[in-house]
């Protein structure tokens, strides 16, 4: 028992050699941000004309924000790729080598995410009114003192939506298994016997220590290649927040349009209510006629529909932009804000898509993470041609030898020789995959600039629309409405031609402010860096620790 306590001493004391320093690991940690890329509406306000300061946000329905831990801040671009965790600089040769991007590992920090609390009502049918009146197809009036601007319902959406806590999942996934690639391999400790029983004796016994020496920096490479995996993974994170942040403009805006439309149009029933009654008035003193009176009231009944085709346009709306929130259930309440400008609307020269393009391709997160994704597939290259280096097996052991009385130790040294597998399959994927990654790299650029193009056009159109309307066709319509009062009043024209030249101007109205709702929701595009549809585009990851498995095996 003395024997194979020291035996057990013995290998305690190899135990603790220190066998390979291990990985350093960076552990720089930031807090995701629910307004991405700040900088980039600075810079695109300059191209696109700045909106009307809008009136001072109501109080929301948002009791609590989300705090979120997860580390989101990509890392930046610079002409060499760091790799921190082997301690020296890798230039890459490479021909789009200014797209480097230096490697930020990121916090292990598990996820922590404080869901808020919002208040939700049930939901009403009709669309609220500045008089508080509501049509009979809600149960209850609206408090009109809650109204929303875009900025809180964006709030709203990031404190709520699920696509961003399943990115931000995706995140943390990311980080876990950059965490796990460049583990260190365990030793293995067990026990060994041979000759037990040869000449009645009990034989070698003892104990043994292995453990696998991974050579050619692999596990360090691991580690790089996943730490672009992680950039790409918060670039996404960004890309859904700005994604999002353009869903939720452009149906704000859309309901915004549509509330307008129906205020216009109330405020216009007033009028053809005062004109039904004129022509009652005149038909009981016999000075109108019957005809005058029903075209009166045709008009009103016209308006009407119109009220309530706006009304319903405003419900659908309203659902949309409690989806794309992320509260279905969110109580219908007025919108606050303002459509287009009436000042300096102005048209694009072709320098200034130009620009544009530039600042939006400079400031895009999709870029950005299209980017690490080349990065990555340059480190994958790179760790693909160091798997030929063989790994190291060592063993040492420790026995008693019984029929001697001696004790004995035993030392095994081996490696894989790589004559006939090179890694010569996986290095050949691995530079198609560097091809793909900058063939995507650039299918982007130009399905941006396709986008762009789209984009500014119908801008353009949205912009000469309202310059029409505003310096043309309202003015002189509410002045021939003006004149034909006048003569009317005069007894030289008949009612008929002022009920005409009332509807003509309503209908203008609403043509207007569908103008102006248009230009809003193009200009929320541009300003959203041509990012929407979050929902329709979600951010898995699918990495794993294969690159750990590759290394070890040394196959």
């Not at 530039?358 to 994704?373: E, F, G, T, Y």
């Not at 490696?415 to 995507?440: C, D, F, H, V």
Request: proline fraction near 5%; glycine fraction near 6%; charged fraction near 20%.
């Amino acid at each position: 028992m003395n024997k194979t306590a020291s035996l057990l001493i013995t290998l305690a004391a190899v135990g603790c050699v220190n066998l390979g320093d291990p990985l350093p690991v960076a552990s720089p940690t930031a807090t995701a941000r629910h307004a991405p890329l700040g900088g980039a509406s600075a810079q695109l306000a300059e191209a696109a004309p700045a909106r009307e300061a809008q009136p001072e946000r109501a109080a929301t329905q948002v009791t609590a924000k989300a705090t979120t831990t997860v580390d989101a801040t990509p890392a930046p671009s610079s002409e060499q790729i760091v790799w921190q965790e082997i301690g020296k600089v890798a230039p890459v040769s490479h021909d789009r080598g200014e797209r480097d991007a230096h490697v930020q590992p990121a916090s292990g920090r598990a996820l922590a995410v404080t869901p808020p609390k919002v208040a939700v009502a049930p939901v009403h049918t009709a669309i609220p009114r500045d008089d508080g009146i509501v049509s009979p197809a809600a149960p209850a009036p609206l408090v009109t003192d809650s109204a929303l601007d875009a900025d809180a319902m964006i709030a709203m959406a990031m404190a709520n939506h699920p696509a961003i806590r399943q990115a931000e999942a995706a995140v943390c996934a990311a980080q876990g298994v950059r965490l796990q690639v460049g583990l260190l391999p365990n030793p293995t400790i067990g026990y060994m016997g041979q000759e037990m029983g040869n000449g009645g004796a009990g034989g070698q016994q003892g104990v043994f220590y292995s453990q696998t020496y991974v050579r050619g920096d692999k596990l360090a490479w691991n580690r790089v290649v996943h730490s672009h995996d992680l950039s790409r993974m918060q670039w996404q994170l960004q890309t859904q927040r700005q994604r999002l942040e353009t869903d939720v403009r452009i149906r704000f805006f859309r309901a915004l349009t549509a509330q307008r439309k129906a205020d216009r149009a109330r405020e216009f029933r007033q009028d053809a209510n005062r004109a039904v009654q004129l022509a009652e008035q005149r038909l009981e003193a016999e000075e109108g006629s019957r005809p005058d009176l029903l075209q009166s009231q045709i008009l009103v009944n016209q308006i009407d529909l119109t009220i309530k085709s706006t009304e319903l346009e405003w419900e659908a709306a309203w659902a949309e932009l409690a989806a794309t929130v992320g509260l279905p259930s969110l109580a219908p309440s007025r919108l606050a804000g303002t459509l287009a400008m009436t000042e300096e609307l102005s048209e694009l020269r072709p320098s200034d898509s130009t620009d544009l393009l530039n600042q939006i391709a400079a400031s895009s997160p999709l870029l950005k993470a299209a980017d690490a994704r080349r990065c990555r597939a340059v480190a994958n290259l790179q760790c693909q041609i160091n798997q030929v280096v063989p790994n190291l097996q060592g063993q040492f052991g420790v026995a008693f030898d019984d029929s001697t009385n001696s004790t004995i130790a035993n030392v095994q040294v081996g490696m894989t020789m790589p004559w006939q597998n090179k890694n010569q399959g996986n290095i050949m994927a691995a530079r198609a995959e560097l091809s793909a990654a900058e063939n995507n790299l650039q299918r982007l650029r130009l399905l941006m600039q396709r986008q762009l193009a789209d984009v500014v056009r119908r801008r353009e159109t949205a912009v000469a629309t309202i310059k029409q309307y505003q310096q043309s066709i309202l003015p002189k319509a509410r002045e021939s409405l003006g004149l034909v009062e006048q003569a009317y009043t005069a007894g030289e024209t008949e009612f008929l031609r002022v009920l005409t030249a009332r509807q003509s101007l309503f209908q203008l109205l609403q043509q207007s402010i569908t103008a102006e709702g248009d230009l809003a929701m193009v200009e929320a595009e541009i300003e959203g860096l041509l990012l929407s549809d979050g929902l329709d585009n979600p951010v898995d990851y699918d990495g794993d620790d294969g690159l750990r498995g590759q290394a070890l095996g040394g196959q």
